[in-house]
Structures are given as C-alpha cells and as structure tokens.
C-alpha cells in the first residue's frame, strides 16, 4: 500500500521521490564517505572507495566498464556533455535531432549550430516514431553526429535504437541516445547497444536528484566542458557527489527488481479510453511505448478539444497530480511542439495530458483516477466553455 500522497501521484516522467532505501543509502555514505575522493588521507581514501564501489555497481547494471561512465549532475548535463563534448573533437558538420527531442537536446543543438554546425531535423509519424527513411538519406557527409531521444517523454514512443544504431554505425556517424525515460523502466546493457553515447538522471527512478551518468564507449573522444580538477578521466571536473551516486546505484539496483509498472498501466490505459472524449497518443501499449507511461488528447462533451493545463488544474483540486505534455516545458506556449510534429492540430496539441505510474501504484489508485477524472469531465456541462480552453 502507497503513502497516501504517493498513491495519488502520477507524474513519474517529471520525478520521482526517492525510495525509503535509497534515502537510507545515501544517508549512511553520507555520514560515512563525507570526504573528498580526491585526498589522500584516510577520510579520502575511504570516499574514493565508496565512489569505485558505487560506479562498480551502476557499470556493472549498465552493462558498460566503469571507465566508460561519467558521473554528471543529472540529464540536462549529460546531454550537454555529449553533444558539446563530441562536437568539440570533430570538425563541424551536420547534427541529426528529431522533431520530439527534450528541450535539453534543442538548446545543446543550438549551442552547436551557433559553432557553425548545420543542425537538421528529422520527422516523426503520428506516432512520435521516427522516419527511418529520412534518416538513411542524410547518414552521408556532412552528417557526424545524431542525438535522439528513447524514450519520448510526452508522448512515451521508444524509437527502435538499435536499427537506428547500425545505421549510424555503418555510415560512421556517432550517436548519442537521450536514454533519461528509458533508464530503470527497460533493461539496458550499453556494451550491447550500436550506441557511443547515452545519458541517463537519477531521479527517474526513485533515485536522488542532481545526479545522472553519461556512457561514453571506449575510443569515443569526448571533450570535458567544464574546467578545474582531473575528475572522471579529465571529462568532467569537480568534486564527486559521492552520496548521490551511491542512492543512483541503490535505486538502478532496485529498479532491476521490480515487475513492470506496464501489468498496471495496461488496464488503466483501457478504463481511461473507455471515458468518452478521451484518445491516446503516442504507440499503443507494447514494445515501442514506456512502459509506465499514458498519454492523451482529452475532448469536451461537444467533441472540441479541452486545455491540458485546465484538466491538470482540476485534477490537482482533487489531490491527484498529472501532467500536461513535458513538465520541463509547461511554463512555455499551450500547444506541444511534440504534438504538433506528429500532426495533431494546435488545439488538439494543447489538450495533451500525461500520466505516468510507479511501482507503488495499485489497481485501487487507478480507479480513484479514473474515478476523479470522469467527476472532472462530467462536470463540465456546468462549466463556462471558454475557461477549459
Ligand atoms: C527525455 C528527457 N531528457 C532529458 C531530461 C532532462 O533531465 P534532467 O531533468 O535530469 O536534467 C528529461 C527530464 O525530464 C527527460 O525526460
């Protein structure tokens, strides 16, 4: 049974509260291994062997040696190490992104198409999935690098890395995969993945925040972006958060136990699109969707699309927290720029809402949504129309 405020919490892919032995982890290092990893007394000493101990353990999850993990301060670092870091060491080109990239990946493009670098677009279908078709016509010169989003954080389409990968691999391109949803929700082995790069956060799954890991495979030159001291192999300076990455390994650790959240999801999918006006969006429940992850267009009674954010209000006057398209990007214009690279029209686009489960989630917790949802849409027949738009 979930605390009661956890039970009515269904924004996962923005963050996750940190698991009871994940604080517990961090608390005990924390008391114990406060040192810096860096000096070379006792106190030290004892850091750094706590810091190996913890990067053992995630580079042994990860499938990935630990010289190929870079300890960074979440997933807008990572991606910005990626991107800048490799750019650095190449001559400029062209960066392959997708319509549907974090706005993290946008502004590291941007940073890169201000050092002369030609950043291209590439589409998606209705589905957030991408054009593969698009993709083998530009994996020629200029093209050196690609950086693509997994696990689409609004609309929760896994894009099929793997093709994507051998593609990229034998036009000798490097990729960079933005893995931050798909980390902790879909069991990863790096060493097993066409992919040079990977960025991954923390507290996607129950771990810490400001903490997360960029893989960088062996022989893939990486350029450090920030100055200082020789931490992690000269690629990213500064004092090792020694705490969080021991609560990151706890939490991968744990997350690797746990059923997926989708033997929850599927049928709370299917109570929800039974609630007239109400339609999916990204793929249907399998193998190219998140497993923890719903998305939706929601429709008025008169058919006409309704606000995301006025549907999100409403469910957080009730006690339940959901999400309208990316929380990263919920201060920005209504219509999801997501939504509308998969077609939908600028009011379907801004009636997106998202709900993403945990693994403490029950079948009673979703029925109480459902339940506090269907209360929500029937009382719009006494609602003003233009406030829900
Ligand atoms: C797909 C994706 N990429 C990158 C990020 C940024 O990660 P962070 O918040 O750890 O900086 C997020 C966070 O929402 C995300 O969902």
Known sequence: MASPALATYFD????????E???RAMAEVQS???ANPSSLHGPGLAAAEQLERSRQTLAMLLGCDAEELVVT????EAIHLALLGAAATLQPGRLLISAVEHPATQAAASRLAERGWQV??????????LDLHALDALLAPPTRLVSLIWGQNEVGSLQPIEAIGSRCRASGVLLHVDAVQVLGHRPLQFRDLPVDLLSGAAHKLQGPRGVGVLLVRAGVPLQGQLGGGGQEGGRRAGTEPVALLAGFAKALELARQLPSTARLRDPLLDQLLAIPGIRLTGPAPGPQRLPHHISLLVAGPDGQPLSGRWLVAEMARQGFAISSGSACSSSGSAASPVLLAMGCSEAEASSGVRISLGPWHTP???MALVAAL???????REVPVETTR
């Open 12 to 19: 996962t892919s923005a963050t996750t509260p940190p698991s």
């Open 21 to 23: 032995a994940v604080l």
């Open 32 to 34: 114990t291994a406060w």
């Open 73 to 76: 301060s979440g997933g807008t």
């Open 120 to 129: 291209q677009i590439l589409p998606v279908d209705c589905q957030g999935l």
């Open 364 to 366: 009673a917790d979703g």
């Open 374 to 380: 269907t209360r929500t849409l029937d009382r719009l």
